[in-house]
């Protein structure tokens, strides 16, 4: 298996400019994470879906952020307009939550830049 | 609020020691805690989970124990080598279907 898919690798815009990160999670997993990653707050979970439906959304900054899952293999993170303060990694991870397992796979992450 | 406490500064170790590292929170009872590995440029990659009645899990040179009374969990490394030098990340789940990160620890082993 290819693992978790993250696109693109790196990404440096201008603020105000719309971004888009893209994830495709392990085939056969029903959960997916978003995460964002500083050195001030750490892994920060944003939202996450179950089934490709929404279930917690609360940790989504502000209306700048949005997140869909049209199917199982892929999910995108939105921001729009971006500004400088959401200079982060985003990572996306997914699981597999049967028996009561819930280790999370997490992709290589996407450096994302404001400027 | 729900609070996970690791500490900040770099743990530096000679290789061949045992390297342990401690994650505490508060507000919380968690079902369960997981330990992860975070390479430089890398996502997080899972390594043990542990359940709040189990008092301590092993795998191979890992070792993790899980004291609700005392909310901690230490995460030991026998026979460190370099090649554990890394950041590791505590995760705290239970109830639903999130976990909660701390703001891991960095790991240095020296020759």
């Known amino acids: 298996d290819a693992g978790v898919i993250q696109s693109p690798r790196h990404e440096v815009t201008e603020m105000g400019q719309e971004v888009t990160l893209r994830c495709k999670p392990i085939?056969?997993?029903?959960?997916l994470f978003w995460y964002r990653q500083t050195m001030m707050r750490g892994l920060e979970l944003l939202i996450y879906?179950?089934?490709?439906?929404?279930?917690?959304d609360s940790g989504m900054p502000e209306d700048r952020f949005s997140a869909k899952m049209p199917n199982a293999s892929f999910s995108t993170l939105k921001i729009q307009p971006s500004e400088p303060r959401d200079s982060a990694v985003y990572f996306c991870?997914?699981?597999?939550?049967?028996?009561?397992?819930?280790?999370?796979?997490f992709g290589p992450g996407t450096r994302l830049t404001v400027t | 609020s729900q609070k996970i406490e690791q500490n900040s500064e770099a743990l530096n170790i000679q290789e061949g020691k045992t390297a342990t590292l401690t994650c505490n929170y508060t507000?919380?009872?968690?079902?369960?805690l997981q330990w992860y590995r975070q390479d430089p440029g890398r996502g997080p990659v899972f390594l043990l989970l542990?359940?709040?009645?189990?008092k301590e899990k092993r795998k191979e040179r890992l070792k993790v124990t899980f004291d609700t009374t005392l909310k901690q969990s230490l995460f030991h490394i026998t026979a460190s080598q370099p090649a554990d030098s890394a950041t590791y990340l505590c995760?705290?789940?239970?109830?639903?279907?999130?976990?909660?990160f701390g703001t891991g620890t960095r790991l240095q082993v020296f020759p």
């Open positions: 507000n919380y009872s968690p079902a369960y």
């Open positions: 879906f179950n089934n490709n439906v929404p279930i917690d």
């Open positions: 995760a705290l789940g239970g109830g639903t279907d999130k976990l909660i």
């Open positions: 085939s056969g997993h029903d959960y």
């Open positions: 542990i359940r709040e009645n189990e």
């Open positions: 991870a997914s699981s597999l939550s049967t028996k009561g397992l819930y280790e999370q796979y």
